[in-house]
């Protein structure tokens, strides 16, 4: 049975840091591609980052520069480190496995 915990949310200013992590079980975590969802108040899920299997990543536009997905294989741990936080980035954060099991979720909240 696949779980997956996220961790790490809080509530922060504009333009400081928050990293996230999403502990996986009953998966293999080095052959598993991982991604970042985030769904603010009203609006759909969106795609943030994926971390593929073989470590490549990937990051929504809007983040770019800002979020960096990372992993460590030994913990089964992905993480989101998410830095000059914008009120816009408030949202639910979620991950998720390319076998579509999703976490609980932790709440970011940028305040202005």
């Known amino acids: 049975q696949v779980q997956l915990v996220e961790s790490g949310g809080g509530l922060v200013q504009a333009g400081e840091s928050l990293r996230l992590s999403c502990t996986a079980s009953g998966i293999i975590f080095s052959r598993t591609t991982m991604r970042w969802f985030r769904q603010a108040p009203g609006k759909q899920r969106e795609w943030v980052a994926t971390i593929y299997s073989d470590g490549n990543t990937a990051h929504l536009d809007s983040v770019k520069g800002r979020f960096t997905v990372s992993r460590n294989i030994a913990e089964n741990t992905m993480y989101l480190q998410m830095d000059s936080l914008k009120p816009e980035d408030t949202a639910v954060y979620y991950c998720?496995?390319?076998?579509?099991?999703w976490g609980q979720g932790t709440q970011v909240t940028v305040s202005s």
């Open positions: 998720n496995t390319d076998s579509n099991d």
